[in-house]
């Protein structure tokens, strides 16, 4: 799997983070040990940035020198498979790997149906806690005596991934870096405490501009400017922890795939899912062998092409809950390098976006955990 890396789960993975802050509260909440830790304090804000990699951080330094002085000398963590906001967000807040905690991608099929979830929109056709019914790690916390607060945008409270990732704490509506960082302080004042603040803004710039645009560089400006306020409102007993969901590459035009155009790519297929990184394959029932020899002779070194049963022996998903399994795709398709698969018909909105990620590169896994 050259350029592919893969997730550093119960070591330095995403899912580790709140494991390793209860352990640092002296409340551990799983009861497997992770290989991540952190030093010991009263209080942890984990600040999570949506598109934050470790890759782009080093790369543009410049523009966001205070992360940079803490990533000096840190070594970097992983995002699960694939490398996505649901993703990503759950096993955050859960403390699982993705094959535990069910959200496998930007969008996943509903078992027995011919139907896919959006994750990030989701669907009043499907309960939420059912899709993820095990408690959440910040919900195990609280019951342990830890105040644990989420700090994140208005509209997103009590959303379907809300309520799968983050349920069963407080949540404290706030739109502007003002409010954000306002209610950081007030909800870590508490001891023991956990309070988790997101920021969507590098990730949207990303999608919309591409990294390393100009408009991106100005937003990892700002971001590195709220981190450092938010760092220094916060009493010095206070530890801040900077993480990322996922990093980004940037797609260019010869470099796309539209399977709308390459009809071929449609045999054998009922269902096109997950995203333009990271594709879940839905096949007719016997097709699946067709399915990969005709994607692997279209995609060529563009992507790596497995079977569901190939994908998940290598671990990419941790281990597999049997309720999981039919969520993922029949096939999987990882892309290499800066290579994506779009369909401009069932996706219309991805074809639009210049940075994208999902897939297991180096820029997509790698992310920060920065303690200050």
Known sequence: MTGFL???????????VVPAVGAALGVPVLDAPTGLVLPDAPSYVVFLVDGLGSQLLQRYAHAAPY????????????????????TSLTSLGTGLVPGAHGLVGFTSRVPGTDKL????????????????PHPTAFE????????????????????GLTVAAHRGVDYVGADKVGERIAAAVTASAERPSLTYLYDGDL??????????SSQWLQQLSIIDAEAEQLRESLPPSTRLVVVA???????????????????ELRDGLLLLGGEARFRHLYCHRGAVADVVATWRSVLGDAALVL?????????????????????????????????????????????????????????????PILVG
Do not use: C
């Open 6 to 16: 893969e997730p550093a789960y119960g070591a330095r993975s995403l899912g580790d």
């Open 67 to 86: 992360l940079s002085a803490l990533a000096e000398g840190a070594e970097a963590g992983t995002a699960g498979v694939p490398s996505t906001t649901a």
């Open 117 to 132: 979830l959006n994750a990030l929109f989701w669907s009043r056709d499907v309960d939420p806690v059912e899709w993820q």
């Open 140 to 159: 195990t916390l609280r019951r342990a005596g830890v105040s644990v607060t989420v700090v994140n945008k208005r509209e997103f409270e009590g959303s």
């Open 203 to 212: 990730d949207w710039t990303g999608h919309r501009h591409g990294v390393a």
């Open 245 to 263: 969901d996922h990093g980004m590459v940037d797609a260019p035009p010869e470099h796309r795939i539209d399977v709308d155009e390459r009809l």
């Open 307 to 367: 079977t569901r049963d190939d994908a998940v022996d290598r671990g990419w998903f941790g281990t597999v809950q049997p309720s999981v399994r039919p969520r993922l795709g029949d096939v999987l398709v990882a892309s290499r390098g800066d290579h994506a698969v779009f369909s401009s018909t069932d996706f219309a909105y991805e074809t639009t976006l210049v940075g994208l990620h999902g897939s297991l590169t180096r820029d997509e896994m790698l992310i």
